[in-house]
């Protein structure tokens, strides 16, 4: 059981019973709906599908409305039930070496597991398993596995779902388990979203959960190969709409597509709204950092500690952050925007991440990516692990070159503890925070083509007021003979370039 895990039953949870209606019926090695010859995805009648159901909906009905029928689809893949579940967790931990997650352990892993659980209100953990298997594919546990498993979960009253600790579950395997457990079953995709739902509260975050939902359940009905049958006459069901006849996983691949249009349309408009305002950044010549880092390493309190803004309240809890926030800071000698992202996490799958694409933009067009390390935290190896892993795929090698790493929440560890591979800090209590300063000057300075100068202009001349503005100013002296100034100033190729032009015949040589 999860440290420090106090156990909460509630009464409407007690002596659950789920009865599991797959799309499909599957018998232990094989779906017994797959129809010869038929291959997975669209037919040729899906288009016209789509498009009647198109005609039948309002064009300005708002993308986020959910029908009955879509509704039916959400509760059967992703249980939204509105309950609080009180779960078992099993964390398969696979048994063969070459291929083991690397710099963790299970135990690592199952904490992050329960550390999922209680990031949803009033979700308890009842129970924790690790199980070792050859590996997540198959059905994942040998017969002799299942049947202990299916005996633990039923001693268990207070038990209203399992939560398997796994990116992600394929059809049969969820048939499988919870017709054995009579349970939900979840997995890290559908849990994940569960979470992504309970705390979105911006538009666009909703846009992009909903998004995120779409593969999520296209894979499910590519998986029955488009066919639904009865498991005893192994005929295919059909529905009548608007004069059609369909059969049931084409109208359900029809209802998918059109709510992914929908989605896909107002999400463009978001991409749209962002690139403005990106483009208004850009004009106002203000340097951008990027802070990123794995869910809850303190992205947000550093934030706070650089902006001294004490509106931001960061929350110790995973994905406490799930939409893009810009904020203005002062650093040594600049003003720079600080962007908050989205936290990285292990194990899941690239799908629920891709449609949370928009918020990686940002980072990756910053000028400075900032990575956050919670070094006080027992799995921090691993954590670094994927988020570099995630980078590299994302970042030029020129911004990985240039990416600043900081070690936080140094204050909870030893002198011993502490790392010589980055900066060490606390957003906490401010320690290291003016080298960080220094440094992301000093990053940006490089990253920009921006210089230091040193200007000799004379009193009284536009030059000093033209500075300030497409500038930032350091210092100012007087010159020697009294007719003059000494500016030393941050500026860019192109300003610089701009100041010469302006004031070639006026100005002495910086």
């Known amino acids: 059981m999860c440290s420090g895990q106090k156990l909460q039953t509630h009464s409407q949870q007690n002596n659950t019973k789920f009865s599991y209606k797959p799309l499909c019926c599957f018998s232990t090695t094989n779906p017994v709906c797959k129809e010869r010859g038929r291959k997975p995805g669209r037919d040729e009648n899906e288009e016209s599908i789509i498009n009647k159901l198109a005609e039948s909906q309002d064009e300005e009905a708002d993308a986020l409305h959910e029908t009955d029928e879509y509704k039916q689809v959400l509760q059967e893949e992703f249980h939204y039930d509105g309950v609080h579940h009180s779960l078992m967790i099993i964390h398969p931990a696979i048994r063969w070496e070459k291929d083991k997650p690397r710099s963790t352990t299970p135990e690592l892993q199952l904490s992050e597991a329960c550390a999922l659980v209680h990031s949803l209100p009033q979700w308890r953990v009842a129970d924790t398993k690790i199980i070792k298997v050859k590996s997540h594919g198959g059905f994942i546990f040998m017969k002799g596995q299942l049947k202990e498993l299916t005996d633990l979960v039923k001693s268990h009253k207070n038990i209203s779902a399992v939560f398997v600790n796994v990116d992600i579950l394929k059809i049969n395997q969820v048939a499988m388990l919870q017709g054995a457990w009579q349970l939900p079953v979840f997995d890290r995709y559908t849990l994940v979203l569960h979470i992504f739902r309970e705390y979105a509260h911006t538009r666009e975050a909703k846009l992009q959960i909903a998004l995120a939902e779409i593969p999520y359940i296209r894979g499910r009905l590519e998986q029955i190969n488009e066919g639904q049958h009865d498991h005893v006459t192994g005929k295919m069901h059909y529905v009548v709409s608007g004069g059609f006849r369909f059969t049931y996983i084409q109208k359900r691949h029809a209802l998918v597509a059109e709510r992914e249009r929908r989605l896909r349309g107002e999400l463009e408009k978001v991409r749209q709204q962002r690139e403005v305002l990106r483009q208004n950044r ?64 292990s194990d899941i799958p690239k799908t629920l991440m891709e449609a949370f694409s928009a918020t990686l933009e940002d980072a990756l067009i910053a000028d400075v990516v900032l990575h956050v390390r919670d070094l006080s935290h027992p799995d921090y190896r691993n954590q670094d692990e994927n988020v570099v892993d995630i980078l590299g795929k994302l970042l030029s090698e020129e911004k990985l070159q240039n990416m600043l790493v900081v070690n936080n929440k140094c204050d909870l560890l030893s002198d011993d503890e502490k790392s010589s591979d980055g900066l060490n800090i606390s957003a906490v209590t401010g320690s290291g925070l003016d080298e960080l300063k220094t440094r992301l000057e000093e990053a940006i300075i490089k990253s920009t083509g921006r210089m230091r100068k040193v200007f000799r202009i004379p009193v009284g001349g536009d030059h000093l007021s033209w500075l300030y503005k497409n500038s930032t100013v350091l210092s100012i002296t007087d010159g020697e003979n009294g007719d003059s100034y000494l500016v030393e100033t941050i500026i860019n190729t192109a300003a610089y370039g701009k100041f010469k032009h302006l004031f070639s015949t006026n100005k002495r040589k910086p």
Do not use: W
């Open 282 to 345: 850009i004009n106002q010549q203000y340097p951008t950092v990027a802070v990123v880092g794995y869910t809850n390493c303190g992205k947000t309190t550093l934030i706070k500690a650089l902006t001294e803004d004490e509106s931001l309240t960061p929350e110790n809890r995973l994905f406490a952050t799930l939409d893009v926030t810009v904020h203005q800071a002062f650093l040594k000698n600049m003003k720079v925007l600080l962007i908050d992202t989205v936290g990285f996490i």
